[in-house]
């Protein structure tokens, strides 16, 4: 599940690590910043970049100044500084016409890790876009920026204005505007089979006008005037609609659309026949996504770099609108939605943001999934272990957001620990063992900017030092479950109950599965027995109770080894420990 919390988006998996390049939401500033030599910045609107990009940055030369002199961008919280090489684009305004100089410096110790020249011919009445690209060295730590600097003799007292700055390390796949190829590559060793976006709270909007809007992620990033995220920074919304599309496509994941149901946080709901105008608006959206090129938005996709349709089979409507105040409307607004989206598009599940009854239609139509969120303590988790064990088979079901997030204690949990991530581990076992009618689940959120986090504890976090990508307790454990699927979850005859192990046993062709959680304090010994396989492997999660993994400091990641016997393998569960044994 994606949304664009903790800078997850922008400053995380979305390839660009400059920041307020567009001078986006509602109070940019000179944020992320500074002058370099003898001038004077500013963000000037009155030299706009374009109808969406409404500000440009102003250097003002002193008179009399010579030598290079220009600006400065931080990124978020530093630049990522790796060995590698970067593309970096930018807009220039201006009468300038002389070398330009693109570095990677380190902000305190001044050490330029990459320095590379081109040469420019600006013009004085309108914006000038280049493009090139540098090989780097790479910084020790993160506390680095990207430096502009031109000759200052050629601008003494006057100035040059320049726009959307956009600095790419490689991209996964080599996408242009793409994500970083480094997060999402260790996001795809997970093997993830869909992505529900883009929200979350982030589809919301803190009012009906704010709302995350699709049409304003589309098309170049220089027409894309971003918005207030409802996490509380600018969402640059270079990483949009397409965007996530591509990322499905490169991934082999299933999109989950999240469209917006009238419900915002906390600025009111639209409903009944004010909804309307945004029911045609989803209907738009859908035209753009699936629509043949002779339509007016599927003409619209097309020109935006993409003929054939998006394989959108999932629609999402809304985000927990069993809460916000949203119950008492959803069943009308669903409705609506569901209708109009049914009416034209009769193969697309449609699913309802809450399994909550009483804020869904009497009836709910057949072929309804229902999504439920669950941020839980370690011991809520284990005690759902069978929610699903006697639930109506009618209607799918969709865990749409987990994680534990607090202690048994209370206490609030900042870095996953075995402990919870344990219990997750036995809730998922319960999962799988219920996967006639749990087609999906997902953990939430899925990473963190560790120096821009509103949320925790996250899947995965990145700072912008090198080799900073850090797997939780909880990724491995999200990795151990995706890596080993079985098609068919078998029955397991055991002489223990459930607790403190708990399993699923599950086959593909003749693979076995059989997934195992140990949510105590002691090391249990457990003998599996499966007819006629002889060989395979275990791989095993563990640590103390409360042990993490931190930045450079990752200590907990799943141990393989081979096993081999005739039909029976005994496999030794620490405490806290997930394990799965694959054999055949
Ligand atoms: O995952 C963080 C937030 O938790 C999501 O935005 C929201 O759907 C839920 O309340």
Redesign the pocket.
């Known amino acids: 599940?994606f949304?664009d919390?903790n800078n997850s988006g922008d400053g995380g998996i979305h390839g660009q690590v400059l920041k307020n390049n567009g001078f986006q939401g509602t109070n940019p500033g000179l944020t992320a910043y500074a002058a370099i030599g003898n001038v004077n910045i500013s963000q000037d609107t009155s030299n706009p970049l374009s109808t969406a990009i409404t500000s440009s940055l102003k250097v003002s030369v002193t008179s009399g100044t010579t030598g290079y002199v220009g600006f400065a961008n931080t990124g978020y919280n530093g630049v990522p500084v790796l060995e590698t090489t970067y593309a970096n684009y930018f807009w220039i305004k201006g009468t300038y016409s002389g070398t330009i100089t693109l570095q990677l410096v380190g902000s305190e110790s001044g050490i330029v890790y990459a320095s590379h020249n081109i040469t420019v011919d600006s013009d004085p009445t309108t914006f000038t876009y280049y493009e090139t690209s540098f090989r780097s060295t790479e910084s020790p730590d993160g506390n680095n920026e990207w430096q502009l600097l031109f000759d200052a003799t050629e601008v003494a007292g006057s100035s040059l204005n320049f726009g959307l700055v956009q600095l790419f390390p490689p991209t996964y796949h080599n996408r242009y505007n793409g994500l970083r190829d480094d997060v999402a590559s260790f996001l795809a060793e997970i093997e993830p089979s869909f992505l529900r976006f883009p929200?979350?709270?982030?589809?919301e909007g803190a009012s009906p006008g704010d709302r995350w809007k699709w049409n304003e992620t589309i098309g170049p990033v220089v027409d894309r005037p971003g918005r207030e995220g409802?996490?509380t920074y600018p969402n640059t919304d270079a990483l949009g609609l397409d965007e996530y599309l591509y990322w499905c496509e490169d991934m082999g994941m299933t999109p989950i659309l999240a469209v917006w149901s009238g419900l915002t946080l906390g600025g009111g709901i639209i409903s009944g026949s004010a909804l309307g105008p945004y029911v045609d608006d989803i209907l738009n959206e859908l035209e753009y996504l699936l629509g043949n090129t002779s339509t007016t938005y599927g003409a619209l996709r097309a020109k935006n770099g993409r003929v054939n349709p998006w394989p959108v089979s999932h629609i999402e409507v809304g985000?927990?609108d069993n809460?916000s105040g949203g119950c008492g409307t959803y069943a009308s607004r669903f409705t609506q939605i569901y209708e109009a989206i049914h009416d034209q598009y009769p193969d697309i599940t449609v699913i309802a943001s809450t399994t909550s009854s009483s804020c869904l239609p009497a009836t709910l139509p057949s072929g309804v999934w229902t999504d439920i969120?669950h941020?839980e303590s370690p011991n809520t988790f284990v005690s759902l272990f069978n929610e699903w064990d006697n639930w109506s088979r009618d209607h799918p079901i969709f865990v749409?957001?987990y994680?534990s997030t607090t202690g048994n204690d209370g206490s609030t949990t900042y870095w996953s620990n075995m402990q919870g991530s344990c219990g997750e581990a036995v809730y998922m076992i319960g999962l799988e063992r219920n996967s006639d009618i749990v087609k999906m689940a997902s953990f939430?959120?899925l990473l963190e900017h560790f120096d821009l986090a509103e949320?925790s504890p996250d899947l995965f976090g990145l700072d912008s030092s090198p080799d900073s990508i850090t797997g939780s307790t909880s990724y491995y454990v999200q990795k151990l479950f995706s890596t080993n699927r079985g098609s068919t979850v078998l029955p397991v005859t055991s002489d223990s109950a459930f607790g403190p192990v708990y399993w699923v046993a599950s086959v593909d062709k003749s693979t076995y599965y059989v997934k195992l959680a140990n949510y105590g304090s002691s090391e249990e010994l457990v003998t599996i027995e499966i007819e006629g396989t002889t060989a395979g492997t275990v791989q095993l999660l563990s640590g103390e109770e409360l042990d993490s993994n931190y930045p450079h400091n990752v200590t907990i990641t799943p141990q393989r080894s081979d096993v081999s016997g005739s039909g029976s393998f005994n496999v030794t569960l620490p405490a806290w420990a997930v394990a799965v044994l694959a054999v055949s």
């Open positions: 599940m949304e919390i929200g979350g709270n982030n589809l409802d996490w985000n927990e809460i969120h941020y749409g957001e994680a939430a959120p949320w």
